[in-house]
């Protein structure tokens, strides 16, 4: 079954507020990450997390700043990858 | 009367305190120190913190560990504090009355003090025993007493035992073998092997302009890194120091730098008390400091790779396993590695100082510096901040570690680093 943009950015969505934000911080994918305190390590926790849900590496080639603003770019970029 | 257990990292700080040979160079003291704009009177200060039941309750707390074969946890004393507040005439930044003093784990673990300019303005020192709270319990700490929020028991941290499971043991293990050898062989160190009766610890601080701030994510992109500072930050710093030991006729091949992470998630108020901070390890080749950007990328992969394998999750896990030992055995463990230093040097970036608190008492807050802990050895403590937009840089030394010429092309070489993401010389 193809996975779609929204289900990849709800799953993530879903591991970062469990994992990584407190419940009264108000997050979404357009929320730029560093605005709410996610710091590289945060980053490449939800690399990792792509990586090993979908089965994808994501390639040094596409490790630009762009890439990591928000979910929504995130999640762009993985999806090259499907 | 409040019990509050320890977190894997207090227990570690624990053993340290209770069998570092060298007690007044182990410096476990941390500061926040809070330039206003007017004066601010003890008195007024007294009050407030008599009122406040956390601070109350914190300054009541001592740490105890009642059988060799329990977890040390904190337990209030019944003792009132009358919260004396040490007061200075200096425009020294942090004058050598405080910057020398020492918070001892056998009474109170925080203090106040203030510091009247010649201007008329003050400055707010709150001093700390790294073992009560860290950074960011800190800031937490002095924004729920000035902003006069209510007290609760989830301030405290765990006030319940957590359960160590077989999974935790494994975990733990793995977490061993990785600390042993990530730091096998000689590493590089600036503290002399020599010991010293008395240390003295000196302190300097490099403010970076808000457009030198915005420089530090364009440099930290020249040099490769995609997201974050950390990885640029620890490269630049381990290229000077690698320079520094050069200067000095070494020929280091290794450095090893733990580096915190706050295990808090982000944007929570608690808990305020215990160090909720697990580490990342990194093994640094002098081979690799060639180039900014070859060092930069040699730390984010380590990053990349410790995260994927759980490593920090892992040394939370060793450190919970290993504070149910006797502090003597904690420390043989910890310190039999041959005869390397904890790490050649530490390196922290502090969380930005809450918006909340830009004015207290009604003063505004001109400035706001956290000046962490410096562990001896290795005696040399790079921390970055960042207030109103604008970085800041913390290097903590002791006066046998580093000369002050030593000091200053240190500074200048990390300075050109960070602003202009190029390499000096």
Known sequence: MAINQEQITEALLSYIKKNMLDDAVIFDETTTLSSVGLDSVSIIDMIVFIERKYGIVIEEKDMLPENFHNVESLVRCSMSYL | ?425
């Open chain 2, 1 to 425: 009367m409040y019990k509050v257990q320890f977190t894997g990292f207090d227990s570690f700080l624990f053993a340290l305190e209770k069998q570092e040979k060298f007690r007044n160079a182990a410096g476990n003291t941390c500061r926040y120190v809070l330039e206003l704009d007017t004066r601010l009177e003890a008195a007024e200060l007294r009050d407030l913190l008599l009122q406040s039941e956390l601070a109350c309750t914190l300054g009541s707390f001592r740490a105890v560990k009642t059988r060799f074969w329990l977890k040390p946890r904190w337990q209030q004393s019944t003792e009132a504090n009358s919260w004396k507040i040490q007061e200075i005439e200096s425009d020294e930044l942090l004058p050598k009355e405080i910057l020398q003093s020492k918070i001892s784990i056998d009474g109170t673990c925080l203090s106040f003090g203030i510091i009247h300019r010649s201007a008329g303005n003050s400055a707010l020192v709150f001093s700390w025993h790294h073992l009560l709270m860290d950074g960011f319990g800190a800031a937490l700490f002095l924004k729920s007493i000035f902003l006069e929020r209510p007290f609760s028991e989830k301030d405290l941290g765990a006030t319940t035992r957590d359960a160590f499971t077989l999974k935790h043991f494994a975990g733990a293990t793995k977490a061993k073998f990785f600390v042993d050898s990530t730091s096998l062989g000689k590493l590089a160190g600036v503290s002399p092997k020599v010991e010293v009766d008395e240390a003295f610890q000196k302190l300097k601080i490099l403010q970076f302009s808000e457009e030198e701030s915005r420089q530090f994510q364009i440099s930290s992109q020249k040099a490769g890194v995609a997201f974050g500072l950390s990885s640029f930050l620890l490269a630049c710093l381990s290229r000077a120091v690698h320079q520094l030991l050069e200067s000095r006729g070494e020929k280091p091949s290794r450095y090893w730098v733990p580096m915190p992470n706050d295990r808090r998630k982000r944007g929570s108020n608690g808990p305020i008390v215990g160090n909720w901070l697990t580490f990342f390890f990194y093994r640094i080749k002098a081979t690799k400091l060639k180039s900014l950007k070859e060092a930069s990328m040699h730390i984010q992969l380590q990053m990349k790779k410790q995260i994927k394998e759980q490593r920090p999750e892992h040394y939370n896990n060793l450190m919970d396993a290993m504070a149910w030992l006797p502090t003597s055995l904690y420390f043989y463990l910890v310190k039999r590695r041959g005869k390397n230093p904890l790490a050649s040097f530490l390196f922290t970036i502090g969380s930005e100082h809450p918006k909340e608190l830009h004015t207290l008492l009604g003063k505004k807050v001109k400035n706001a510096i956290s000046v962490p802990h410096n562990t001896l050895p290795p005696g040399l403590t790079f921390a970055f901040m960042k207030y109103n937009n604008c970085w800041q840089m913390m290097l903590l030394y002791y006066e046998h570690v580093l000369s002050e010429a030593e000091c200053d092309s240190l500074i200048k070489q990390v300075k050109h680093e960070i602003i202009t993401g190029t390499e000096y010389n």
